[in-house]
C-alpha cells in the first residue's frame, strides 16, 4: 500500500492536513467531481460482482489501473485516510465530494449497504450531469452570438468608423452629418474609448453572477431564482440534484431508515451557501409543524410545479417513498425542462443579436444616404 501510495506524489503526508490541499490533488477533486457518477456505478458494479471484499480492496486495483488520474490519486487519498484515521469510506470521501454524497453513503454504510448507496447517487448524478449537458449545448449557440456580437462591435468602432473619418470626414466634418452618421460616429467614439471598461465590467459581472449562484442568498434571490432565466437554471438543477440525493439519503436500506430531518441535519454543516439557506428553511418548517409532508418543501428550492407534485406525492406516500419518487421523477423529466428553457433562451439571444446586427447594417445604408444628401446641397451651395 505504501509503495502504490509513494507513486502520486500529490501534497499530502498527514491525515491531519486539509484534505483539499496540493495543487495536484485540488485538481483531482475538480475533475472527479464530473466523474463521480460513473466511479460510484462502477464501484457498485464491482461491489456487485466480488461480495465478501471490503472497500480497500476494491479501491486498490484503481491506484494501480489509473495511477496519477483523477480516479488512481483520490482512491490512494482515500485509503491513505483509511489507513492513518481508522475512517470509514464515507469519512475519507470528506472533503473530496459534495456533502450531499457523504449524507447518502454514510447512512448506507451505516446500514451495512454501501452498493445500495453508490447505485442510487450513480442514477441520481448520471441524470442530472445529463440534464447539464443538454442545456450547455444548447446555450452555446446563445453564447456564441454574443461574441459575434461583440466582434462586430469591435470591428465597427476600431476598423470602419476610423476608416470613414478618414476618407469623408475630411470632405463632410462630423458635426455636419446626419442623424444616424452622428449615432454611428458616436458609438464608435464611445467603442474606442470605454469599450475596454464595458469588457472589464460584462467580466465583472459574469463573475458576480457565477459566484452569487451558490453564495448569494440576500433580499433579491427569491425574485431572481423565480424570474431571471439563469438563476432558474441553476435553482431547477440544484433543486432537482438536491431532492433526488435526499430521496436517496432516505431510502430504507435493509431494516433502517433515516428520517429527512436527520438526512437534512447532517447536509447542513458541508452545504454550499444557497443549499444552506434552503435546508434551514425546511428544518424550520419541519420544527413549526412536525407532522408537515410536502409543506415543508415551500421554501422556493424548485419550481412551482415540482413543489406542487412533491405536495400531491407526499399525500399519499411516506416522506421516504415520496423523495424516491420525486428523484426519479426529476431524473426524467429535469433534461426535457432545462433544455427547453436553454432553448427559450437561445431563441431569444440570438434574435435580439440578429436585430442589431440588422439595425447596424440597415443604419449603414440610412448612413450612406444622408452623406449622398448632404454632397449634393453642399454642390448645390457651391453652384449658387
Same mark, same amino acid.
Given at each position: 500500500?505504501?509503495?502504490?501510495?509513494?507513486?502520486?506524489?500529490?501534497?499530502?503526508?498527514?491525515?491531519?492536513?486539509?484534505?483539499?490541499?496540493?495543487?495536484?490533488?485540488?485538481?483531482?477533486?475538480?475533475?472527479?467531481?464530473?466523474?463521480?457518477? $460513473?466511479?460510484?456505478?462502477?464501484?457498485?458494479?464491482? !461491489?456487485?460482482?466480488?461480495?465478501?471484499?471490503?472497500?480497500? $480492496?476494491?479501491?486498490?486495483p484503481? =491506484?494501480?489501473?489509473?495511477?496519477?488520474l483523477? %480516479?488512481?490519486?483520490?482512491a490512494a487519498f482515500?485509503? *491513505?485516510r483509511?489507513?492513518?484515521?481508522? @475512517?470509514?469510506?464515507?469519512?475519507a470521501?470528506?472533503g473530496?465530494?459534495?456533502?450531499?454524497?457523504?449524507?447518502?453513503? +454514510?447512512f448506507?454504510?451505516?446500514?451495512?449497504d454501501?452498493k445500495?448507496?453508490?447505485? *442510487?447517487? +450513480?442514477?441520481?448524478?448520471?441524470g442530472?450531469e445529463?440534464a447539464?449537458?443538454?442545456?450547455?449545448? =444548447?446555450?452555446?449557440?446563445?453564447?456564441a452570438?454574443?461574441?459575434?456580437?461583440?466582434v462586430?462591435?469591435g470591428v465597427?468602432?476600431?476598423?470602419l468608423?476610423?476608416?470613414l473619418?478618414?476618407t469623408?470626414?475630411?470632405?463632410?466634418?462630423?458635426?455636419?452629418?446626419?442623424?444616424?452618421?452622428?449615432?454611428?460616429?458616436? =458609438?464608435?467614439?464611445?467603442?474606442?474609448?470605454?469599450? &475596454?471598461?464595458?469588457?472589464?465590467?460584462?467580466?465583472?459581472?459574469?463573475w &458576480?453572477?457565477?459566484?452569487?449562484?451558490?453564495?448569494?442568498?440576500?433580499?433579491?434571490?427569491p425574485?431572481?431564482?423565480?424570474?431571471?432565466?439563469?438563476? *432558474?437554471?441553476?435553482?431547477d438543477?440544484?433543486g432537482?440534484s438536491?431532492?433526488?440525493?435526499?430521496g436517496? @439519503?432516505?431510502?430504507?436500506?435493509?431494516t433502517?431508515?433515516?428520517?429527512v430531518?436527520?438526512?437534512?441535519?447532517?447536509m $447542513?454543516?458541508?452545504?454550499?451557501?444557497?443549499l444552506?439557506?434552503?435546508?434551514?428553511?425546511?428544518?424550520?418548517?419541519?420544527?413549526? %409543524?412536525?407532522?408537515?409532508?410536502?409543506?415543508?418543501?415551500?421554501t422556493?428550492? =424548485?419550481n412551482?410545479?415540482?413543489?406542487?407534485?412533491?405536495?400531491?406525492?407526499?399525500?399519499y406516500?411516506?416522506?421516504?417513498? !415520496?423523495?424516491?419518487?420525486?428523484?426519479?421523477i426529476?431524473?426524467?423529466?429535469?433534461?426535457?425542462e432545462m *433544455?427547453?428553457?436553454?432553448?427559450?433562451?437561445?431563441?431569444?439571444?440570438?434574435?435580439?443579436v440578429?436585430?442589431?446586427?440588422?439595425?447596424?447594417?440597415?443604419?449603414?445604408?440610412?448612413m450612406?444616404?444622408?452623406?449622398?444628401?448632404?454632397?449634393q446641397?453642399?454642390m !448645390?451651395?457651391?453652384?449658387?
Amino acid at each position: 500500500m505504501k509503495t502504490m501510495l509513494a507513486r502520486l506524489p500529490f501534497g499530502r503526508t498527514t491525515a491531519t492536513s486539509d484534505p483539499t490541499a496540493g495543487r495536484g490533488l485540488y485538481l483531482a477533486i475538480l475533475d472527479f467531481k464530473q466523474r463521480r457518477g $460513473e466511479f460510484y456505478g462502477d464501484l457498485a458494479g464491482i !461491489m456487485d460482482a466480488q461480495p465478501g471484499r471490503n472497500i480497500r $480492496e476494491l479501491l486498490e486495483p484503481y =491506484v494501480e489501473r489509473y495511477g496519477s488520474l483523477p %480516479e488512481g490519486k483520490l482512491a490512494a487519498f482515500w485509503l *491513505q485516510r483509511m489507513d492513518e484515521d481508522v @475512517a470509514t469510506f464515507s469519512e475519507a470521501l470528506i472533503g473530496t465530494v459534495p456533502s450531499e454524497d457523504l449524507t447518502v453513503l +454514510s447512512f448506507a454504510e451505516r446500514a451495512g449497504d454501501l452498493k445500495v448507496g453508490l447505485k *442510487q447517487l +450513480s442514477e441520481s448524478i448520471l441524470g442530472m450531469e445529463a440534464a447539464k449537458k443538454i442545456a450547455r449545448t =444548447v446555450l452555446m449557440t446563445a453564447v456564441a452570438a454574443i461574441v459575434i456580437f461583440h466582434v462586430f462591435l469591435g470591428v465597427e468602432g476600431f476598423v470602419l468608423m476610423p476608416r470613414l473619418l478618414r476618407t469623408i470626414g475630411g470632405m463632410i466634418p462630423p458635426e455636419q452629418w446626419g442623424p444616424v452618421g452622428k449615432l454611428f460616429n458616436t =458609438v464608435g467614439e464611445f467603442i474606442r474609448s470605454w469599450g &475596454w471598461a464595458v469588457l472589464a465590467l460584462e467580466a465583472l459581472a459574469i463573475w &458576480w453572477v457565477k459566484w452569487s449562484f451558490p453564495n448569494y442568498v440576500g433580499k433579491l434571490r427569491p425574485w431572481l431564482d423565480r424570474n431571471f432565466l439563469p438563476y *432558474q437554471f441553476y435553482r431547477d438543477f440544484r433543486g432537482a440534484s438536491f431532492l433526488s440525493s435526499l430521496g436517496a @439519503a432516505t431510502t430504507k436500506v435493509g431494516t433502517q431508515v433515516q428520517t429527512v430531518p436527520d438526512a437534512l441535519e447532517k447536509m $447542513e454543516p458541508e452545504a454550499y451557501p444557497w443549499l444552506r439557506w434552503h435546508i434551514k428553511q425546511i428544518l424550520d418548517n419541519f420544527e413549526q %409543524e412536525p407532522n408537515a409532508k410536502g409543506e415543508a418543501f415551500n421554501t422556493g428550492i =424548485v419550481n412551482d410545479r415540482a413543489y406542487y407534485r412533491i405536495v400531491d406525492l407526499a399525500s399519499y406516500n411516506d416522506m421516504s417513498t !415520496m423523495l424516491g419518487k420525486v428523484g426519479e421523477i426529476v431524473r426524467t423529466t429535469a433534461p426535457v425542462e432545462m *433544455q427547453k428553457k436553454a432553448t427559450t433562451l437561445r431563441y431569444i439571444v440570438v434574435i435580439g443579436v440578429i436585430l442589431l446586427m440588422m439595425s447596424f447594417y440597415f443604419g449603414t445604408f440610412k448612413m450612406g444616404d444622408e452623406f449622398k444628401q448632404i454632397i449634393q446641397l453642399n454642390m !448645390m451651395m457651391r453652384g449658387s
